[in-house]
């Protein structure tokens, strides 16, 4: 079993930032991969961004140049960064670990977050 906690989110104008963190616990195995996902009101959950135990990073695209993706395996937590946020970018954030190389195919993710709000007013 693995344990998510998302914290970090909030409200900020177009333009701002905010780094998210999930703090995971338990079955260390089942944490080779890490990722954030998204899901707006009306809409499918959604990849965000993966990083694997050896450092492997996926990026989606909407991501790529605004948000970095970091772990910390000695303190079994990870962070986004999140710059030049877009009203866009609102949605609660999730947090998710697999025991495989998952990047960013979300079925393959066995344990979930129960998420952070992220609003970005523009």
């Known amino acids: 079993q693995v344990q998510l906690v998302e914290s970090g989110g909030g409200s900020v104008q177009s333009g701002g930032s905010l780094r998210l963190s999930c703090a995971v616990s338990?079955?260390?195995?089942?944490?080779?991969?890490l990722g954030w996902f998204r899901q707006a009101i009306g809409q499918e959950r959604e990849g965000v961004v993966s990083?694997?135990?050896?450092?492997?990073?996926t990026y989606a695209e909407s991501a790529k140049g605004r948000f970095t993706v970091s772990r910390d395996n000695a303190k079994n937590t990870l962070y986004l960064q999140m710059n030049s946020l877009k009203a866009e970018d609102t949605a609660m954030y999730y947090c998710?670990?697999?025991?495989?190389?998952?990047?960013?195919?979300?079925?393959?993710?066995?344990?979930w977050g129960l998420g952070t709000q992220v609003t970005v007013s523009s």
């Open positions: 998710a670990a697999s025991r495989l190389p998952a990047r960013l195919w979300r079925g393959m993710y066995a344990y």
């Open positions: 338990g079955d260390t195995y089942a944490t080779y991969c």
């Open positions: 990083i694997d135990r050896d450092g492997s990073i």
